[in-house]
């Protein structure tokens, strides 16, 4: 069984299955999964934070309220906060014309990843974030293993962490 992940959304499963998003640009797929109770998630998210864009909208959308919304689907399902381990990818610089920061979500998206996991003592142990192409990943909810597909400049790169 495949969940497909869409842009501003999230899902947790338990046991088995596989959760997927596609077409991670600027935005940041997130996986948790906590190996003793083999509950897994994923969250992808478009933009940072969300007091930063007015709480408006649907709070999976932003990297902060989608943790946390992720997170508790998942202690639902059994997880322990304290077991979660995180891998993160996306993030990526999509204009490369453009110097303005506004317009440089890919690495405030990274950044504030980061610093919420860290925040919330949540274990970063893989990444693969930046560079300018669009990313695809699969999250094996049985065994915590993320397949990713990576297409930059024609060229295809597929790795798993």
């Not at 303005?100 to 974030?129: F, H, P």
Request: proline share 2%.
């Amino acid at each position: 069984m495949e969940i497909k992940v869409g842009i501003g959304d999230y899902a947790a499963a338990k046991k088995n299955g596989v959760i997927s998003t596609y077409g991670l640009g600027s935005c940041v797929g997130i996986t948790l999964y906590d190996r003793l109770t083999k509950v897994g998630g994923l969250l992808h998210a478009l933009l940072p934070e969300s007091a930063r864009y007015g709480n408006k909208g649907n709070p999976a959308k932003y990297v902060d309220t989608g943790l946390e919304l992720l997170i508790k689907d998942m202690v639902k399902l059994g997880a322990s906060p304290r077991r979660l381990e995180a891998k993160l990818f996306g993030g990526a610089h999509m204009f490369s014309n453009v110097k303005s920061e506004s317009l440089q979500i890919g690495q405030r998206n990274v950044e504030v990843a980061k610093r919420e996991l860290k925040k919330r003592r949540i274990k970063l142990v893989a990444e693969d974030t930046g560079g300018k192409g669009g990313r695809t990943i699969y999250l094996d909810v049985g065994t915590g293993k993320v397949r990713m597909r990576r297409v930059s400049g024609g060229k295809v790169v597929e790795n798993v962490f």
